[in-house]
């Protein structure tokens, strides 16, 4: 049976006001935003070698962490080298002011850090909710101090670069503080995003550095330099987290948050001092390739809740499989049918269980009950010959629910990136400031992120029953991200790291990565190129002028609500092929692989 093949069990590896279903006509408009509008496109012919690889959002990053490989570093080092510069030139997705999470793969443990985000002791589960008792406009609640939540990167870099770490923690910022003090061009994409926001002038500060004197964003090619960011990073490289988390910089954040004119928020002093990343065990399930020439067996591991990615991907892979799908090629209509019918099964559970869980249990005690191979059995069943259009919970347990799903809200940016260095030891990593330019609120050379927005704006639904994701203090809100390492079942031996920025759509890019990778055979390069498409519980989404007419009517005679829209991926991936490595960036942004 197709079914047994997806053997969905845990692989415990040591080491480490109004809610609820949402219209769909409000699903379908919401559904086509995008967290980052499209700027440019670069040609990608992927990338070969048999050393060690470097694959990031922008090829100056890609570039500092292959300095640390160079060097003998490990995946860890050139990770936190990799983040320290895309916080100067893509800041827009990412940065020391955000959250992240890291999978790595040291040759025999997997293990997860968390730095996400956590909501100040002081916010109240209203935090997001207007006079009026409707939840706020998205802008209006994010410009400012009121969504920023503790940022979490550097602390978690911090605890990852102890425990794997070769190199010297304060060598690790050089490539960074010196683009800073010497300047780098201005990429096209940055200076697209700059001329497209509306919000950004709005500080003070973050105008005197995105724009020029007459007030208009600085021109592509343009040297900047950040001489403030500089200073903050070399305090970092020689005290380590502390330098963000305590001191002057501390309050530097603090009263920038907390002094916002129109829309302060709750961040203290003692909230940043306070927070503290977590190790966590991920979340692995096998999973047994259907189309590919030689059949294989794999251990797909992601990351856990606060991520609802890992969970979202491995059901969508498993109910395909109990669709009679499996074996489809991606023009088939019919094998899009299933993909989508199956992303609505899975983010109606996403939408209904998962959230921190310091704060929500999962149902039956375990995330791997909406895993299990005969519930996934059961939900492929729901799939027939018509679109269901908006999916319904499932129930894993027999238990009785104690959450309301949650409201589909959309979700914003963030950056990828994955590294294989020169011993085989593999990262996934994905970081977020959430919003384009986070909170549009910059302290010191780096902006604050909006993470709090993930949240669920309205903390219930019209009964009173609660939603898991609801803003709680020291709460980590729910996220897409899903940073992703795939292992060969047999040998153990790694097979490919790889992720993506955009938001909820994340999960699609990522399920299309591993999808087309280990069934269709397809190099990362391949795949990465391959049109985008999903479904968050709506529409039918399918990238613009990518499917023929025939493929989109045939999917609309299933009763598909087809739309068709830019998706902007960003994703990231880096296979082991018999010749060595192989990598993959997406054209649609700017990022490159690089390595030996």
Known sequence: MQRAAFLLSVVVLVGGCASGP???????????????????????????????????????????????????????????????????????????????????????????????????AAVQETLFVAADGQAMPFHEAIVGGRAVGVPGTVRMLEMAHAEYGRLPWKSLFAPAIRLAEQGFPVSDRLHALVAADQHLKKDPQAAAYFYDAAGQPRAAGSLLRNPELADVLRRIAEQGSAALHQGEVARAIVDKVSGHATNPGLL??????????????????????????????????????????????????GIILDTGAATLA??????????????????????QYVADPAFVAAPGGNWHSLLQADYLASRARLIGAQSMRVATPGSPVNAARSHSPMAFQVEY?????????????????TTTIEDAFGSRQMVRGFLLNNELSDF??????????????????????????????????????????????????IIHYTAKLLYATLNWGLSPQQAIDLPNFGSLNGPTILEEGRFPAAFVEALRARAHEVRETALTSGIQAIGRVPAGLAGGADPRREGRVVGE
């Open 22 to 120: 949402r219209p769909y006509s409000a699903v379908l408009a919401e559904s086509l935003r995008q967290p980052e509008q499209g700027s440019v496109s670069t040609s990608q012919a992927g990338w070969q070698g048999q050393k060690f690889a470097v694959a990031t959002a922008h090829p100056l990053a890609s570039e500092a962490g292959l300095e640390m490989l160079a060097a003998g570093g490990s995946a860890i080092d050139a990770a936190v080298a990799v983040q320290m510069v895309l916080t100067l030139v893509e800041p827009q997705s990412s940065g020391i002011g955000g959250g992240a999470f890291l999978l790595y793969h040291d040759g025999r443990d997997t293990v997860a850090f968390d730095g996400r985000e956590t909501a100040p």
């Open 268 to 317: 203290s002093l003692g909230d940043m001092a306070g927070y503290r990343a977590i190790r966590r065990e991920p979340l692995c399930v096998r999973y047994a390739s259907q189309g590919a020439p030689v059949p294989r067996r794999y251990r797909l591991c992601g990351f856990p809740p606060p991520s609802s990615g890992a969970i979202a991907i491995a059901q969508i892979l």
């Open 413 to 429: 940016g963030t950056s990828h990136l994955s590294i294989v260095d020169g011993r085989g030891h593999a990262l996934a990593m």
């Open 330 to 351: 991606f023009d088939d209509p019919s094998w899009m049918h299933a993909y989508t019918e199956a992303s609505r099964l899975a983010f109606a559970d996403r939408a």
């Open 456 to 505: 669920s704006f309205m903390p219930a639904d019209a009964s009173g029953s609660p939603v898991a994701n609801r803003v709680e203090p020291g709460k980590r809100p729910r996220s897409s991200m899903s940073p992703t390492l795939v292992f060969d079942d047999d040998s153990g031996e790694f097979v490919l790291s790889g992720g993506s920025p955009g938001g909820a759509m």
